[in-house]
């Protein structure tokens, strides 16, 4: 008998960035790919130009080392489960509406529309190219959300698929900056043009017209730092000296004969007026009426305070009361929402107690234990005279039963993840919330969501490195954010609630979106951040700067001190993470590959890495640089960031998450296989250390969903407590016997390092670590 025909069905395909496959709008779970083999089948079809295969090219590119027979057999398994990952309830031997299996073709169709983005964006940007069309050329460029398929980029049978469209894409931000010049739009020519460079540092051509357009810009001060910048690149990256042409250039910018053009063939986005001028780092602002601005500042090092700022002189006065309060949201009657006893989660995660307060810091009242974000809805009548903020009318972010949850009112849901919600914000009207959604738990890449109050949310746009900061417009028609799709200096972007993005403004360094007005005024902070790794090496008595670039994040150091594995996440690397290896002994920097460092083997010959995407492969890196990656199966798991090895260097534990759960902790064996969940350990548990287990392989140093220090059985066990720890401590490593733990607090600055004793709980103080400037330090991340 056959099957009765099915309704029409579309089968979308998004390559670039985080890959999602959709039917008909709906996407497909990650759990229904029972074998990663499966998915890499239907890329591989997807990416060919006919949208099909002969079986022996299939085998070829998947299985390249096994023999026809095994190879055979594995596709035909594979054909099976992709199958069946499109349509569960596909029967036993009807044909598939999506994947066609012929004597000697493989092939990819759909009943519907059968779409994928990495075929658009090469058509639409070739049309564009050709037509000098920028309008055309910003459609084609919101397609591209970051590289094909990220997460298999040490997949063979992708790389120069990869790189073909990533020339393609550096093409098409070069042709658009062109015609932005042309047309006088100077602010958005150098955004394009900036994006040019940092993906591909070493261009000089794009540094040439990035400095011209700048000076054409009035900004004679930027172009000749970039300049320097080009020079500072070509130096590192090709050991190279600028073309005469780039000189002669720089000569033409600092005498003054390139011109900046005149004002009205310029066409200026915004214009502003700079509030603050200390040295340190601006935690949150709201503008409150009349134009005054309410912000938390920690200036020359020292603790937050919250200020006022006089919209009539200019000055600025301390709010007594709030020493390390956060901002969460401006009030009516003069009162703020503030977040007060503020304690480190994780990542960029904080939480503290909902307040409100009045603007002189009296009458100071509790709300909600444990949030860490917070608004209020706009317009609402308040009940009580005595107390005129009702916590119904607040919408609030925090952790329940290992998820992140958004809840309005508070106790409803209406939306949770494994990872993270950052800046919620009301719409005007206060029918729907924008959000910040970040899948890994400590990173800030992300994507701009809304949902309406019965929780039915909307990814309206994705694919950002880093996003911090949103608000909607003054009329509530776009929301207003700053993210950045590589390295870390944010832009800010307007985005419809059709998902239609455009730039709004960019300049030297990174923005952070704090509020807009309803009279339509921007609140901002320029951030210079940086992220660096000082330490004190064997036989030295002075600590040493260990920063490569701009963003170094230490992650594991080798038991004999001598090897510094980290994450080089800013724009020095590009569009993609770079994993680095230092020897300590000579100071000499390797690039082992791109993606997240995790940890080193016990024998410091392997570096584990996470590429970048939700749903991605660990991947093992030779250190010696001699040798072929090992990628080990992921099977359903979503990586977060932290990861540690076994003792006997055969086995890692990780931090992971199935769709829709909380954090739990995994065991992977190097050799493959699906990692196995320790069911022992609740969800909402993670890792801080590379070296959390115990020196004997039999306990894990974990941090529970209260943010308390468990010790937890590798094997089947109740977890100990570890007496003498304290709340939002955590694990740094054991000592070689296991009878003591050191921890730290990252919420606190300097970092003080105790030594814990696991049967006493006597604390020692080992160290206190702090950079020699601590001017702007905002915390210390990790220590090692």
Known sequence: MSRKASAPSSLEIHLLGPSEIMIDGVPVQESAWKRPVAKHLLYLLALHPHRQLDREQLMGLLWPEQDTEVAATKLDKAIHFARHALEPKLAKGPDSRF????????????PGRLWIDSEEFEAQSKDAIKRNDAEAGEAALALYRGDLLVENQYADWATSRREYLRL???????????????????????????DVVKDEPTD?????????????????????????????????????????????????????????????????LATFNRLTFQRGAVRAARLIADGQVVYAAAWKGNQAETYRRNSVDGAASVIEGLTGAGILCALPSNQLAVSINQRFLQGYISTGTLARTRLDGSETEELLPDVQWADCLPGVQRRSSKSPICLDNF??????????????????????????????????????????????AA??????????????????????????????SSTGEEIWFTATKTGNSRALYAVTLSGQLRLVHREAGSLTLHDISANGHILLTRDDTQLGMNGLVAGETHERDLSWLDWSLGRDLSDDGQMLLFTEAGEGTGMEYGVFLQNLKDSTVRRLGNGSALALSPDARWALIKTRSP????????????????????????????????PTGDRILFVGNEEGRGSRLYVQDIKGGPPQVLKSVPEGTHIFSTNSISPDGQLIAATNSDQIIHLYPVAEGPPRSVPGVLLGEVPIRWSPDGGFLYVFDRGKVPASVYQINLVSGARVLWRELMPPDSSGVHEILRVR
């Open 99 to 110: 994947i066609v299996r012929g004597k000697q073709q493989i092939l990819l169709r759909a």
């Open 168 to 194: 393609l894409h550096r093409k098409l931000l070069t042709k658009l900056a062109q015609i932005y010049e042309d047309q006088g739009e100077y602010q958005r020519s150098i955004g394009h043009i900036q």
């Open 204 to 268: 000089e051509r794009a540094h040439r017209q990035l400095m011209r357009v700048l000076a054409l810009a009035g900004s004679k001060f930027l172009a000749l730092e970039q300049y320097k910048q080009c020079k500072k690149a070509l130096r590192r990256g090709l050991d190279a000296a600028p073309e005469p042409s780039t000189i002669e250039l720089g000569k033409e910018i600092l005498h003054g004969i390139i011109q900046p053009a005149p004002l009205q063939t310029q066409n200026a």
């Open 395 to 440: 919408l609030v972010v925090r952790d329940q039963g290992g998820l992140n949850h958004l809840e309005f009112p508070v106790g409803n849901t209406l939306y949770e993840t494994s990872g993270w919600v950052s800046h919620p914000r009301f719409s005007p009207r206060g029918d729907l919330i924008a959000f910040l959604h970040h899948p890994l």
């Open 443 to 472: 990173d800030d890449s992300g994507a701009v969501a809304v949902t309406n109050l019965k929780g039915e949310k909307r990814t309206l746009s994705s694919g950002w490195v880093s996003a911090q900061g949103l608000a909607w």
């Open 615 to 646: 749903h991605s492969h660990l991947i093992l890196l030779p250190t010696s640089g001699k040798g072929e990656p090992q990628m080990l199966s992921n099977g359903w798991v979503n990586h977060q960031l932290w990861a540690s090895w076994f």
